[in-house]
């Protein structure tokens, strides 16, 4: 069975720094996509960014690109997502998403491509 587990999330000031953490287990997929997400209170969930394990370049969504960076540690089984130049808007509840094949939808950040998810690690940034 496919787990995900966030970590990392906390409290930060306007411009700081972040790297969250998911580790994933229980996979048998040779290939899939890891993405991350955030909702924020009161509004939709959105997709933040996206990673093929086959290989290939990282994704992002525009509010984000130039400030966040999703890496994959392939000995750990461990997605990062490095947050920087941080912003009020940025407050959310992140999470990790995964599936187990390849889809145009997934790497343009479609969460209903995603079947797996983790719990969600909360990050609050204060102006």
């Known amino acids: 069975q496919v787990q995900l587990v966030e970590s990392g999330g906390g409290s930060v000031q306007a411009g700081g720094s972040l790297r969250l953490a998911c580790k994933e287990s229980?996979?048998?997929?040779?290939?899939?996509?890891l993405a991350w997400f955030r909702q924020a209170p009161g509004k939709e969930r959105e997709w933040v960014a996206a990673?093929?394990?086959?290989?290939?370049?990282?994704y992002y969504a525009g509010s984000v690109k130039g400030r966040f960076t999703v890496s994959r540690d392939n000995a750990k089984n461990t997605l990062y997502l490095q947050m920087s130049g941080l912003k009020s808007e940025d407050t959310a509840t992140y999470y990790c998403?995964?599936?187990?094949?390849?889809?145009?939808?997934?790497?343009?950040?479609?969460?209903?491509?995603?079947?797996?998810w983790g719990q969600g690690t909360q990050v609050t940034v204060s102006s």
């Open positions: 229980g996979y048998h997929a040779d290939s899939y996509f």
């Open positions: 998403a995964a599936n187990d094949y390849w889809s145009d939808d997934a790497m343009r950040g479609d969460e209903f491509e995603y079947k797996y």
């Open positions: 990673l093929y394990t086959g290989g290939g370049r990282p």
